[in-house]
């Protein structure tokens, strides 16, 4: 089900790099809320509607997550890593947007679950390229129905593949 309201969550720790993406976001025209914070926990809370991020009305759960990887307190290794361990929450496209070209950096997200990895543009004008290019793509993705939590809906199940899923 295609959603009408999209909001995007980005983590990361540089205030640099957050006004950056939020100037980049605005330039490219994306139509959607954009919600940033500064670490992997915060990001955590904002997944689990806790604390600040509690009102569901204003922090919407996010239709897709930009992640840089070296933060602190908690990495984007701890939000792949809450994402992976938590079931009950929805299948969140997360894209992990960082500075860092390491190979075994890119195997451990891939591994704890990212959808895509991408080295960090230096130039801003190509930084604004890639959002549109992500946000263009993420936002006509089906995802599964969720709450305001962020849980999994049921769904009716039709035809042999819907029985298939009705068993898990």
Request: hydrophobic share 40%; charged share 25%; proline share 5%.
């Amino acid at each position: 089900m295609t959603r009408t309201k999209y909001t995007i969550l980005v983590a990361d720790d540089d205030p640099n790099d957050r006004v950056l993406m939020e100037r980049a976001f605005k330039t490219s025209l994306v139509k959607a809320e954009l919600r940033l914070v500064t670490c992997g926990e915060e990001a955590i809370a904002y997944l689990r509607g806790e604390g600040v991020f509690a009102d569901r009305s204003n922090y919407q759960y996010p239709s897709f997550l930009l992640t840089d990887l070296k933060m602190f307190p908690g990495d984007g290794f701890s939000i792949l890593e809450f994402l992976q361990g938590t079931p009950e929450s929805a299948i969140i496209p997360t894209i992990v947007l960082s500075s860092s070209n390491d190979l075994d950096d890119v195997k451990k997200a891939y591994t704890l679950g990212a959808s895509a990895y991408i080295v960090k543009p230096q130039d801003p004008g190509q930084l604004v390229e890639l959002l549109k290019v992500i946000a263009a793509f993420w936002l006509i993705c089906e995802v599964p129905e969720v709450d305001e939590a962020g849980r999994r809906l049921q769904t009716t199940c039709q035809g042999k593949l819907g029985e298939r899923f009705a068993k898990r």
